[in-house]
């Protein structure tokens, strides 16, 4: 059974920090990508940022320079080191895992950045 455990959300004032962790347990094939996304009420998921089993990372323009994402393939975990946070920040995040031919979502983990 596929798990994905998110942990590191909670609540932080502007121009703090927080890092995000998850990870995936009972995955049988090659992990892929790993990302994170987040999502606000009424609002569609978007991504945040995204690495490749090769390291290669993707980042949306509104996190650049102040988010990193990182990844341990021994352990199948993703992080998302936040930093400089800001308001606009505050969502659920989620974590996703690809594998062929598949794909896995976390539960999501709220972040909450206060002016």
């Known amino acids: 059974q596929v798990q994905l455990v998110e942990s590191g959300g909670g609540s932080v004032q502007a121009g703090g920090s927080l890092r995000l962790s998850c990870a995936a347990s009972?995955?049988?094939?090659?992990?892929?990508?790993m990302g994170w996304y987040r999502q606000t009420p009424g609002k569609q998921r978007e991504l945040v940022a995204s690495?490749?089993?090769?390291?290669?990372?993707n980042y949306a323009d509104s996190v650049k320079g102040r988010f990193t994402i990182s990844r341990d393939n021994a352990k199948n975990t993703v992080y998302l080191q936040m930093n400089s946070l800001k308001a606009e920040d505050t969502a659920v995040y989620y974590c996703?895992?690809?594998?062929?031919?598949?794909?896995?979502w976390g539960q999501g983990t709220q972040v909450t950045v206060s002016s």
């Open positions: 996703k895992v690809s594998v062929e031919y598949n794909y896995y």
């Open positions: 690495i490749t089993s090769g390291g290669t990372t």
């Open positions: 009972g995955i049988i094939f090659r992990i892929t990508t």
